[in-house]
């Protein structure tokens, strides 16, 4: 198709961009199919509104994208019409598309995982991987038909754009420039009202909540936005901004984060060992699902089923973040990630405390284990901060026998040189482990291949393989004289990709174990509570009739009573937990309330049913928020007289 005269380059920017929102509406579309089990509450009158409101969203990051490419076809000099000028004008349109392109099919993928699109915060996490290719080439392995399918799109961008030509003109007037300068100028007025989702005066820019004007629940927001769009608009860092809805006085009463000696008995010098695991779900666990399937699910960790029976551990229990750089801040520090992982924040500088830092003044010796690569995902960098004495990861193991050729060593391995190291050090001592085996791609020693049920999920056969390596570490450890001196806390670093119906809420995707766990001594039961991450610190500590005030945002999981809340937040919008009740806030408003011990599906939708409920439930969100945001910004982070 040839497009001649003065107007004709602005037609073809115009043909072309519509183009593009419509391969960005089948990538919608591809990204709902995907992952269609994670929004079982869309049907096709709420897809509709979804997509029309995504075109919103497509807008502002195709606009982005072709920033380049629309001022060079539309501004108004005769150069333009240079034939290798136009070949460059194709090949960045057709380049930073396919990038754009690329980025949306990454989630289709990496979806389940994180629960949330891409964000600018991924460069980070990944910035200190030392195999980051090799990483990148199993993923693009497992996951070949997405790059078949980015291939045909960006042949097809190709083909559209030889398809569409501008005809040159044979001669460039005065008159060609009055008429194209106001072009250029209009073009210019809606690039900037496209950018920001209008023109008026009290119009902010437009940015990731604004997707929940098209939805019901807050995970829809995610087939609303592009992920394009979610990483420009998350490129910087996010400033947490001052509240008070209550005065110094009301907040102590309604949310106090300054935790006092609770007990007048002295110092109990337990060694404390946590062991987090990747990708252990709560799904994955026989004993903590004992009402699924008619009581006959069985779960994939037949040593920590066994485990828990000797232990107490609770009826609710969830991870504060959906990645594994959210946890370690949860649960060292008592620390939540809100609105983006603490440590890429601009605040991970703040000074905090830690369960190390604070057994370490008790004369704890502290150390931390995780056998990937030193500086993989910033651990290293991270528990420096917290106060570890002894950082052991693949350089320390130095055995690359043992090299899975991916994240690090392997857990049984890795797990019997914890032990072994561990029993070099002085008591009391403060040890935590994270593990790596659980993680994509999800494959498990050659000695082990078919030994573990693989299950419906592929992590669920690695997740065996870790379950059987803790079995072997504990049977090493418990042979160790410091063993019955020792309480274990085991929990997740956060929940996965599910298979269970029971598990694809809002809720249950940050379901996990949380269970603690000493050998001398009648630890047993389980309580009918809430208990979140940021609770393990305060426990670990008022457990150990810690004598001196400390800072953690977090409660006493076993204090007890059901007073306590838990809360965790995806793309902005906080899931807040209060006894049987959880409730979806945006900040300014609460926009659902589902009770989850009448409806785990979540089904029903209690917002207009329970005003005395939700009056109680936004106070105490409102008290947190500002005890968060405030002590952030004023780093006010430690107990201080």
Same mark, same amino acid.
């Given at each position: 198709m040839k497009l001649k005269g003065?107007?004709?380059?602005?037609?073809?920017?115009v043909i072309r961009f519509v183009f593009l929102l419509i391969i960005y509406a089948l990538l919608r579309l591809g990204f709902y199919w995907t992952n269609i089990s994670?929004?079982?509450?869309?049907?096709?009158?709420?897809?509709?509104?979804?997509?029309?409101?995504?075109?919103?969203?497509?807008?502002? &990051?195709?606009?982005?994208?072709?920033?380049?490419?629309?001022?060079?076809q539309t501004i108004p000099w005769p150069f333009k019409y240079n034939r290798i000028y136009q070949q460059i004008a194709k090949w960045i349109f057709v380049v930073t598309n396919s990038i754009g392109i690329a980025l949306n099919l990454v989630d289709f993928a990496y979806y389940p995982f994180t629960l949330k699109r891409t964000t600018g915060t991924v460069m980070d996490q990944f910035s200190n991987e030392s195999n980051l290719l090799k990483l990148t080439f199993d993923f693009c392995l497992d996951y070949w038909y997405l790059?078949?399918?980015?291939?045909?799109?960006?042949?097809?961008?190709?083909?559209?754009?030889?398809?569409?030509?501008?005809?040159?003109?044979?001669?460039?007037?005065?008159?060609?420039?009055?008429?194209?300068?106001?072009?250029?100028l209009l073009t210019a007025f809606?690039?900037?009202?496209?950018?920001?989702?209008?023109? *008026?005066?009290?119009?902010?820019?437009?940015?990731?909540?604004? &997707?929940?004007?098209?939805?019901?629940?807050?995970?829809? $927001?995610?087939?609303?936005?592009?992920?394009?769009?979610?990483?420009?608009?998350?490129?910087?860092?996010?400033?947490?901004?001052?509240?008070?809805?209550?005065?110094?006085?009301?907040?102590?009463?309604?949310?106090?984060p300054i935790h006092l000696p609770q007990s007048d008995k002295p110092f109990n010098k337990k060694n404390v060992v946590v062991l987090i695991l990747e990708s252990f779900a709560k799904e994955h666990f026989g004993e903590l699902n004992k009402d699924i399937q008619g009581g006959k699910y069985k779960g994939y960790t037949p040593f920590l089923d066994s485990l828990i029976r000797n232990a107490y551990t609770f009826s609710d229990t969830y991870a504060n973040g959906r990645k594994s750089i959210d946890a370690l801040p949860s649960v060292i520090t008592g620390i939540p990630s809100v609105g983006e992982p603490f440590v890429l924040s601009v605040y991970s500088g703040n000074e905090t405390t830690s369960l190390a830092k604070l057994l370490g003044k008790k004369g704890y010796e502290? &150390?931390?284990?995780?056998? *990937?690569?030193?500086?993989? $995902?910033?651990?290293? *960098?991270?528990?420096?901060?917290?106060?570890?004495?002894?950082?052991?990861?693949?350089?320390?193991?130095?055995?690359?026998?043992?090299?899975?050729?991916?994240?690090?060593?392997?857990?049984?391995?890795?797990l019997q040189f914890v032990a072994n190291k561990m029993?070099?050090?002085?008591? @009391?001592?403060?040890?935590?482990?994270?593990?790596?085996?659980?993680?994509?791609?999800?494959?498990?020693?050659?000695?082990?291949?078919?030994?573990?049920?693989?299950?419906?999920?592929p992590v669920q056969e690695p997740i065996g393989y870790t379950d059987n390596a803790l079995r072997e570490f504990f049977a090493t450890a418990s042979k160790m004289p410091w063993y019955k001196n020792t309480l274990f806390v085991i929990c997740a670093d956060h929940a996965t990709v599910s298979y269970l119906p029971e598990y694809q809420t809002t809720a249950g995707a940050f379901e996990?174990?949380?269970?603690?766990?000493? @050998?001398?001594?009648?630890?047993?039961?389980?309580?009918?509570?809430?208990?979140?991450q940021i609770d393990i610190m305060p426990t670990v500590l008022n457990y150990l009739h810690y004598d001196e005030p400390y800072f953690a945002f977090g409660s006493d999981a076993f204090k007890p009573g059901r007073e306590n809340f838990v809360l965790n937040n995806n793309a902005?919008?906080?899931?807040?937990?209060?006894?049987?009740? $959880?409730?979806?806030?945006?900040?300014?408003?609460?926009?659902?309330?589902?009770?989850?011990?009448?409806?785990?599906?979540?089904?029903?939708?209690?917002?207009?049913?329970? @005003?005395?409920?939700?009056?109680?439930?936004?106070?105490?969100?409102? *008290?947190?928020?500002?005890?968060?945001?405030?002590? $952030?910004?004023?780093?006010?982070?430690?107990?201080?007289?």
């Open positions: 003065v107007f004709a380059p602005y037609f073809a920017v994670l929004f079982p509450h869309v049907n096709a009158g709420k897809l509709f509104v979804i997509f029309a409101g995504g075109v919103r969203f497509d807008i502002v &990051a195709l606009l982005y994208l072709n920033i380049l490419y629309i001022v060079m790059l078949v399918v980015l291939a045909l799109i960006s042949y097809g961008l190709l083909r559209s754009y030889t398809f569409i030509q501008v005809e040159r003109t044979i001669r460039y007037t005065w008159k060609s420039f009055v008429v194209q300068l106001p072009l250029f809606l690039f900037i009202g496209g950018v920001r989702g209008g023109w *008026a005066h009290s119009t902010r820019p437009i940015t990731l909540s604004n &997707a929940g004007d098209y939805v019901d629940t807050p995970e829809e $927001m995610n087939i609303v936005l592009n992920t394009p769009f979610s990483i420009l608009k998350t490129l910087k860092a996010v400033s947490l901004k001052p509240v008070k809805y209550y005065s110094e006085e009301e907040l102590v009463q309604l949310y106090d502290t &150390a931390f284990f995780h056998g *990937a690569p030193n500086g993989s $995902m910033g651990f290293s *960098a991270y528990m420096k901060l917290a106060g570890i004495q002894h950082y052991f990861g693949k350089n320390e193991y130095n055995n690359d026998r043992d090299f899975d050729g991916i994240w690090g060593i392997w857990d049984e391995p890795f029993n070099t050090f002085h008591e @009391p001592f403060f040890a935590s482990f994270f593990s790596l085996s659980s993680h994509h791609p999800f494959k498990v020693p050659e000695k082990y291949q078919g030994r573990f049920p693989k299950g419906p999920l996990i174990p949380i269970i603690f766990y000493s @050998p001398g001594e009648n630890l047993v039961g389980k309580a009918d509570k809430l208990v979140q902005g919008i906080y899931n807040f937990y209060y006894k049987d009740y $959880m409730m979806s806030y945006d900040g300014m408003k609460s926009t659902s309330l589902y009770n989850l011990k009448q409806d785990r599906f979540m089904k029903k939708d209690l917002l207009q049913q329970h @005003p005395a409920i939700l009056d109680t439930m936004e106070s105490k969100v409102k *008290a947190f928020v500002q005890q968060y945001n405030n002590r $952030m910004i004023e780093n006010k982070l430690t107990y201080k007289k």
